[in-house]
């Protein structure tokens, strides 16, 4: 079994900055894809991933403002969030393939505020 806690979530200003994390513990021996995902109304969309070889792909909304990096040393992937806006308010969920499987987090809410 496969656990994915993400944190980092909360209130900012826009124009200001947030960093979230996502590690998969428990049953985990090489993930092959790890993800960021985000959720205001209905479908998930990709915000960002990373993959075991190398390969980053971003949504086209957030591409010059977050950036996904990984520690594989440690299973977690993080997401730098800059110049952030009102319409990245969302729920954001990481998302973890380990042996051919899909786990989602709990999910961490951003709302970007004046």
């Known amino acids: 079994q496969v656990q994915v806690v993400e944190s980092g979530g909360g209130l900012v200003q826009p124009g200001g900055s947030l960093r979230l994390s996502c590690a998969a513990t428990?049953?985990?021996?090489?993930?092959?894809?790890m993800g960021w995902f985000r959720q205001v109304a209905g479908a998930r969309d990709l915000v960002a991933a990373s993959?075991?070889?190398?390969?980053?792909t971003y949504g086209e909304s957030v591409k010059g403002r977050f950036t996904i990096s990984r520690d594989n040393a440690k299973n977690t992937i993080y997401l730098q969030m800059n110049d952030l806006k009102p319409e990245d308010t969302a729920v954001y969920y990481c998302l973890v393939y380990e042996g051919g499987l899909g786990y989602w987090g709990q999910g961490t809410q951003v709302t970007v505020s004046s």
């Open positions: 428990g049953s985990v021996f090489s993930t092959s894809y």
């Open positions: 993959t075991s070889g190398g390969t980053l």
